[in-house]
Every structure is written in structure tokens, then in C-alpha cells.
Antibody, heavy 116, light 112 residues
Framework: QVQLQESGPGLVKPSETLSLTCALSGGSMNGYYWSWIRQPPGKGLEWIGCIYHTGSNYNPSLKSRVTMSLDTSKSQFSLELNSVTAADTAVYYC???????????WGQGTLVTVSS | DIVMTQTPLFSPVTLGQPASISCRSSHSLVLSNGNTHLTWLQQRPGQPPRLLIYDISKRFSGVPDRFSGSGAGTDFTLRISRLEAEDVGTYYCTHVTQFPYTFGQGTKLEIK
């Protein structure tokens, strides 16, 4: 059974960098888009971007601040979002996206609060 | 970017009664190969989203058959034939047609 688990600091100071890792168990990393999606408290979903073997693709609204990486040897992928502000406070989900189908497996999500 | 617009945003429904959610995309989601990658997600309170329907009308593994999807081009519908208590939550349409992926605003289903 595929499982995803996010990890990282729950509190980040303004102007600093948010860093999260998503660990995969029970499946292969080949052939999928490994994605980050966030949800501000009480609001809807926002796709941050995805990374795959041949590249990555980021939401244009966040592209200048986002870096994603993939480590297949550890079955994990990571998100870095720099220069954070309070507007980046959200539950951050990692998800597996099947090309042409959608996000079929999700992590439980981790709340990241941006505050001094 | 493709804008996804859902209606209604809030829907009180009686248990055992049908429910329907509409989703409209700002651009056609039909690809040159004829496929349309429109997806519906369910998010129960306090839970991550869950894949319900993909390719407009295909139910994901384990999804009850009271859920169905329909539509074409830019207009899509999610239907629940008989609402059960476990169906309470927020439903999102999304597309995986092109980057960036975008989501509808969400429709909150509650028991009347």
C-alpha cells in the first residue's frame, strides 16, 4: 500500500525558507509526478508544483520562490519555499499524481505557520 | 491558466437524497487525443483530499457507485445518488490537462 508522510518544521519565521520532505513507502517513484499542494486554514487547495524524473513544473505564482528535489535512492522528495510571509501559512500536502489521472495518494498534511 | 468554477459553493442536502455539483472550466479540457482529464476530489473534515472520479466519469478504486461523474468540454457534474452521512465534506474539481494544475473553489456538502 502506497503511503506518503510529510515532515519538517511547523513554524517558520518571515523571510526565511520553508523546507519539507515527503517520504514514500510501498511503491516506486517511477512514472509519477510527485506533487506539493497546500491549503491555507479554512480555504481551498493550491497546487504548488511537481517533480519527476525528467524535470519539474511549478505554479507560475510561486515559481520564483520554489525549488523541488527528488531522491529516488531514499524514496523521498522535497520542497523549499523561500522568502515566506504569513500568506504562506497553510497545511502542506504531498501527493502522487498519475499523469492523465490525478492525485491518487496523499500524505496526511503538515501545518506550517509563518510567524516571528 | 485554466480557471475552474464550481457551483454551488455550499449545499445542504437531506440524507438519502441526491446531490449535484457543477464545475466549469475556462478552457476546453479536451486534448488532441480526445481524452479529458477532469478529476473530482472529496475532502472530509480534518482529512486530506481523496480521489473520487477521474477522466470525467471513472470511479477510483474503492469509491461507492452512488458517486458518478459526467460532462464534456468545459462543463462537468458530480452526482451523489443518495447522500450518506460519510459524504459530508468539501468536493473539488481539478484538471490534470496541462500545467499549472488548478482547482475549483470547493463545494461544501452538509446535512440539512
Amino acid at each position: 500500500q502506497v503511503q506518503l508522510q510529510e515532515s519538517g518544521p511547523g513554524l517558520v519565521k518571515p523571510s526565511e525558507t520553508l523546507s519539507l520532505t515527503c517520504a514514500l513507502s510501498g511503491g516506486s517513484m517511477n512514472g509519477y509526478y510527485w506533487s506539493w499542494i497546500r491549503q491555507p486554514p479554512g480555504k481551498g487547495l493550491e497546487w504548488i508544483g511537481c517533480i519527476y524524473h525528467t524535470g519539474s513544473n511549478y505554479n507560475p505564482s510561486l515559481k520564483s520562490r520554489v525549488t523541488m528535489s527528488l531522491d529516488t535512492s531514499k524514496s523521498q522528495f522535497s520542497l523549499e519555499l523561500n522568502s515566506v510571509t504569513a500568506a504562506d501559512t497553510a497545511v502542506y500536502y504531498c501527493a502522487r499524481v498519475v499523469p492523465g489521472t490525478g492525485p491518487d495518494y496523499w500524505g496526511q498534511g503538515t501545518l506550517v505557520t509563518v510567524s516571528s | 491558466d485554466i480557471v475552474m468554477t464550481q457551483t454551488p459553493l455550499f449545499s445542504p442536502v437531506t440524507l438519502g437524497q441526491p446531490a449535484s455539483i457543477s464545475c466549469r472550466s475556462s478552457h476546453s479540457l479536451v486534448l488532441s487525443n480526445g481524452n479529458t482529464h477532469l478529476t473530482w476530489l472529496q475532502q472530509r473534515p480534518g482529512q486530506p483530499p481523496r480521489l473520487l472520479i477521474y477522466d470525467i466519469s471513472k470511479r477510483f478504486s474503492g469509491v461507492p457507485d452512488r458517486f458518478s461523474g459526467s460532462g464534456a468540454g468545459t462543463d462537468f457534474t458530480l452526482r451523489i445518488s443518495r447522500l450518506e452521512a460519510e459524504d459530508v465534506g468539501t468536493y473539488y474539481c481539478t484538471h490534470v490537462t496541462q500545467f499549472p494544475y488548478t482547482f475549483g473553489q470547493g463545494t461544501k456538502l452538509e446535512i440539512k
